[in-house]
């Protein structure tokens, strides 16, 4: 059984994301759709004392342009060290920080520094993030498969082209999934279930699900594949 997943990339993903990367055994950056504003994409969110605070990359949005989200380019050069200060700010007194603190100062100031595609930053964390968590599933883009028109039917492609029996989609697409299709090409259809993930320590309650990866591993340390990955803790 091959299973593959689809998904836009999204910028510093929470633990949800993850976790559906590490059940597939391909998993495909869905970068060449049209880039949508005020989505996660281009942003996620970090936990403050008492609150939740948004860490957005500024950029280029050519009004009503289609804009491909690996066309769309950063327009801050130091966007990372305004967000490496705000999650020094956040996390500083996180049960990890100190241990962890080289690694992620390299990526936003210097592996991150001078990307200038918004695909490229994403991509980095994402896939620095899967080794931390040890995830070994494979990683291409979409732009590497010829994708043919209809919604369901580019999804539909991309599985045929990686030979897959199952497909891996987040609860989203229910809305518009044509599960007949992927049936009549004997892939079966299977939808990512976010629930069950178990609370954390964080530094400051109540305890928010919804946040960047980081606070997991900031307040976690080794133990973040146990809330993240469901395989650690079903």
Same mark, same amino acid.
């Not at 504003?37 to 860490?55: A, G, P």
């Not at 279930?193 to 307040?219: M, R």
């Given at each position: 059984?091959?299973?593959?997943?689809i !998904?836009?990339?999204?910028?510093?993903? /929470?633990?949800?994301?993850?976790?559906?990367?590490?059940q597939?055994?391909?998993?495909? #950056?869905?970068?060449?759709?049209?880039?949508? &504003?005020?989505?996660?994409?281009?942003?996620?969110?970090?936990?403050?004392?008492?609150?939740?605070? /948004?860490?957005?990359?500024?950029?280029?949005?050519?009004?009503?342009?289609?804009?491909?989200?690996?066309?769309?380019?950063?327009?801050?050069?130091?966007w990372?060290?305004?967000? /490496?200060?705000?999650? &020094?700010?956040?996390?500083?007194k996180?049960?990890?920080f100190?241990?962890?603190?080289?690694?992620?100062?390299?990526?936003?100031l210097?592996?991150?520094?001078?990307?200038?595609?918004?695909?490229?930053?994403?991509?980095?964390?994402?896939?620095?993030? %899967?080794?931390?968590?040890?995830?070994?599933?494979?990683i291409?883009?979409?732009?590497?498969?010829?994708?043919?028109?209809?919604?369901?039917?580019?999804?539909?492609?991309? %599985?045929?082209?990686?030979?897959?029996? #199952?497909? !891996?989609s987040?609860?989203?697409?229910?809305?518009?999934?044509?599960?007949?299709?992927?049936?009549?090409?004997?892939?079966?259809?299977? /939808?990512?279930?976010?629930?069950?993930?178990?609370?954390?320590?964080?530094?400051h309650?109540?305890?928010?699900?919804? +946040?960047?990866?980081?606070? +997991?591993i !900031?307040?976690?340390?080794?133990?973040?594949?146990?809330?993240?990955l469901?395989?650690?803790?079903?």
């Amino acid at each position: 059984m091959k299973k593959v997943a689809i !998904l836009q990339s999204n910028y510093i993903p /929470w633990k949800g994301y993850f976790d559906l990367i590490d059940q597939v055994d391909e998993f495909v #950056l869905y970068d060449d759709m049209q880039y949508t &504003k005020r989505d996660w994409r281009n942003r996620n969110k970090i936990k403050l004392q008492n609150q939740l605070s /948004w860490l957005s990359i500024p950029v280029l949005v050519k009004g009503k342009y289609f804009q491909k989200i690996n066309e769309t380019t950063i327009s801050d050069n130091n966007w990372s060290e305004k967000h /490496w200060s705000s999650i &020094k700010h956040a996390y500083a007194k996180a049960p990890f920080f100190k241990e962890y603190k080289d690694w992620l100062e390299d990526l936003f100031l210097n592996k991150s520094k001078g990307l200038e595609l918004l695909s490229e930053v994403n991509f980095l964390f994402i896939k620095e993030v %899967c080794k931390f968590l040890e995830i070994t599933t494979n990683i291409k883009w979409s732009s590497e498969f010829d994708i043919v028109d209809g919604q369901s039917e580019k999804l539909l492609g991309i %599985c045929k082209n990686l030979e897959a029996n #199952l497909y !891996l989609s987040g609860p989203a697409a229910k809305n518009y999934l044509d599960e007949d299709l992927f049936i009549n090409e004997k892939i079966e259809v299977e /939808w990512m279930n976010y629930n069950n993930y178990s609370e954390y320590k964080q530094l400051h309650g109540p305890f928010e699900h919804g +946040v960047s990866i980081l606070d +997991v591993i !900031l307040n976690t340390g080794e133990d973040a594949k146990k809330y993240a990955l469901r395989r650690h803790f079903e």
